[in-house]
């Protein structure tokens, strides 16, 4: 063999890795999680993670790639799990018979469908009234959703049970875990076909309509039709979603498509990044994580999580994976470890102005919700006295002198960061 065949073998090679290799990692990480975390509230939780991920990654599909804001994506994703659920009480009484795993489809179908004619009409406007249309059509359904009990079950929703169906291969989906390998098959299948979706003509242009519509008409494009396209796309990957919600917890209430799902949707794209395609599985793995980890130790953990939404709008609108991609020119410049020692000074008086907030809005939780006569609370597993003054002024002097120092040291971090990322610094230092 020659030594340019050699080399464009080994380019070959490079390349597929290249391509594959995430996709292969990914999947293999799927397989292995439960070995890793074996506990039955991890399993839960990664249930639920995935359940997310792809909720979240189809409503990117509107506005990541499409721009537009929808404040009622919950409606397929409620309505593919209120199908699924009643299919699945058709196999129980034995008036289909199919494979559980496949539930999920039907999910798929009715987001599919309703997609299609609520897209129909909200798509022909974009912005605020597009926005306002979804949110109209949320509210409608969640209404409906109270008035149709046949179909929706009312205030205590619609159940069945998924072990009544037939098994797939020698599972019949009884323990979270085998149910956990149903959500991470379907998990994959979607993200390899949402990204796909992204690199296709209707996905590139969606994000033209979503960057200039205007040009994209001008040079030929209906931006109505492409929003369509995206619209009824989000709808079926949603209502997927929908379903495996409905195998999971074998039970689909109102309260799965109302507003609240539909902001907790939002939340978790922004909160990851609506930038990027990874930006809406990273808000979905941490919103799970605080949803299921903080929820256990304060009764205010919402409070925290719209804080930290509030805070990613306003300064860092391209979310936490946006915050990672910021480091990438550093990165290639191996300038990374110039930023290590500004990190830690600036990171350590951040982290107990953050304990000092955190501990005061407990305190006052506590206060105002304990019982009379209750005073004594742990917070971190240490008890103390709220009625004390000292619990008090510590967190007082955490708060405020955190805050201080954590500003003194901004200006350190600025230029640390300047120097990271200074394209002209790195030339010299290359030449010489």
Not at 196 to 203: I, V, Y
């Amino acid at each position: 063999m020659s030594e340019t065949t050699k080399t464009a073998s080994a380019t070959v090679q490079a390349s597929s890795l290249k391509r594959f290799g995430p996709w292969i990692g990914f999947l293999i990480l799927l397989m292995i999680m439960p070995f890793i975390f074996t506990s039955n509230s991890a399993i839960f939780t990664m249930n639920l993670m995935g359940i997310f991920i792809i909720f979240s990654l189809s409503y990117n599909m509107l506005l990541g790639q499409g721009g537009m804001l929808s404040f009622g994506h919950a409606v397929y994703f409620g309505l593919g799990g209120f199908m699924s659920v009643h299919f699945m009480n058709y196999v129980e009484d034995g008036s289909f018979v199919f494979p559980i795993w496949l539930l999920p489809i039907f999910g798929g179908l009715i987001g599919l469908i309703f997609a299609i004619i609520i897209g129909s009409f909200s798509t022909r406007r974009s912005g605020t009234v597009f926005a306002m249309i979804s949110l109209g059509v949320g509210e409608l359904m969640a209404a409906s959703s109270l008035i149709f009990v046949a179909f929706f079950g009312g205030e205590e929703g619609v159940s069945g049970d998924r072990t009544m169906g037939p098994e797939s291969f020698g599972a019949d989906f009884g323990p979270d875990k085998e149910v956990y390998y149903l959500i991470a098959a379907w998990v994959f299948v979607t993200v390899v076909l949402m990204y796909l979706f992204s690199r296709t003509p209707a996905g590139r242009l969606a994000n033209a309509v979503r960057d200039n519509p205007e040009r994209a008409e001008f040079i030929g494009y209906s931006q109505r039709k492409v929003r369509f396209v995206s619209f009824c796309a989000s709808g079926l990957f949603a209502g997927i979603a929908g379903g495996l919600f409905a195998v999971n917890f074998e039970i689909v209430t109102e309260e799965n498509l109302n507003a609240l799902t539909s902001g907790v949707v939002l939340l978790m794209a922004y909160i990851g990044g609506i930038g990027f395609f990874i930006g809406p599985i990273v808000g979905a793995i941490v919103f799970t994580l605080l949803q299921s980890i903080l929820s256990h130790y304060t009764d205010i953990w919402q409070m925290y999580v719209g804080v930290m939404f509030v805070l990613t709008v306003m300064f860092v609108p391209q979310g936490l994976t946006g915050i990672m991609m910021m480091h990438t020119a550093a990165y290639r410049m191996n300038r990374l470890g110039g930023l290590v020692v500004p990190y830690v000074r600036m990171g350590i008086p951040s982290l107990c102005m953050v304990a000092g907030i955190a501990g005061f809005l407990e305190m006052m939780h506590h206060v105002r919700g304990a019982a009379v006569g209750e005073s004594t609370m742990s917070l971190l597993g240490i008890g103390f006295d709220t009625h004390s003054v000292m619990p008090w002024v510590i967190v007082a002097v955490l708060g405020i002198a955190g805050g201080y120092v954590m500003r003194s040291q901004a200006g350190q971090l600025k230029d640390a960061w300047d120097t990271a990322n200074d394209p002209n610094t790195w030339q010299e230092e290359a030449s010489s």
